[in-house]
């Protein structure tokens, strides 16, 4: 039974350029959330979704960041047009019931922009 | 707004010291409380889930506490061990809307 699936574990991008990192929930899990940690800093709550819709965003910055999670497939955070401030682990948690039981989280996605 | 605050910020201790660490929050209507480690460069790992109706749970050497009333949770580990090593985070559940984490403890136990 794999747990929350994330990748890639490293991403590269140049500044202007898209980045796209996946979440995979664990088996059973609709609920996914996404994290953002900024060197030196916690974690900071981004994005809660369940299947095909966002239920809570507030922690999205409001510009070049979106989140999706379809009926099939992961759920994927796009940020387009990176900047240096984007450099930061993103991490995916995922949850059976929507916090009854907790969360899972993933390995994190380590973004770094040149 | 929930706020989470952790004390000590960084906690350095010889091996074998058994030790606890804090963790406050400003608003007591939460859903659970959930204790992670964290080592660098690395996810996180789930230690203990506190769920609002209960106020103690129990893993190996490490047990965590919540008083909701006063707004605290401890996670107290005993004969604390050169893997213990990390830093540990404290978060509650907002009625399964989301996490709140606090910054953290950086613990280093040393041999």
């Known amino acids: 039974n794999a747990g929350v699936m994330q990748n890639p574990r490293h991403l590269v991008r140049r500044r202007g350029q898209e980045a796209r990192l996946r979440c995979s929930p664990m088996?059973?899990?609709?609920?996914v959330y996404w994290y953002r940690q900024l060197p030196e800093e916690g974690l900071k709550f981004m994005v809660y979704l369940q299947k095909e819709n966002i239920i809570d965003e507030s922690g999205m910055p409001k510009e070049r960041f979106s989140a999706e999670f379809p009926k099939e497939g992961p759920s994927i955070l796009r940020i387009q047009q990176v900047v240096r401030g984007d450099s930061a682990a993103y991490f995916c948690a995922s949850s059976r019931t929507g916090g009854d039981d907790g969360y899972t989280f993933g390995s994190g996605t380590r973004l770094t922009v040149v | 707004k929930q706020e989470v605050t952790q004390i000590p910020a960084a906690l350095s201790v010889p091996e074998g010291e058994n030790l606890v660490l804090n963790c406050s929050f400003t608003?007591?209507?939460?859903?659970?409380l959930q204790w992670f480690r964290q080592d660098p460069g690395k996810g996180l790992t789930s230690l203990l889930l506190i769920q609002s109706s209960q106020r103690e749970q129990t893993s190996g050497r490490l047990n965590a506490s919540l008083d909701k009333s006063s707004g605290r949770s401890t996670l107290y580990i005993a004969a604390s061990q050169p893997g213990d090593s990390a830093t540990y985070l404290c978060?509650?559940?907002?009625?399964?809307?989301?996490?709140?984490f606090g910054p953290g403890t950086r613990l280093s136990v040393l041999p």
């Open positions: 088996k059973g899990h609709s609920h």
């Open positions: 978060a509650v559940d907002n009625y399964g809307q989301n996490f709140v």
């Open positions: 608003d007591s209507a939460i859903y659970n």
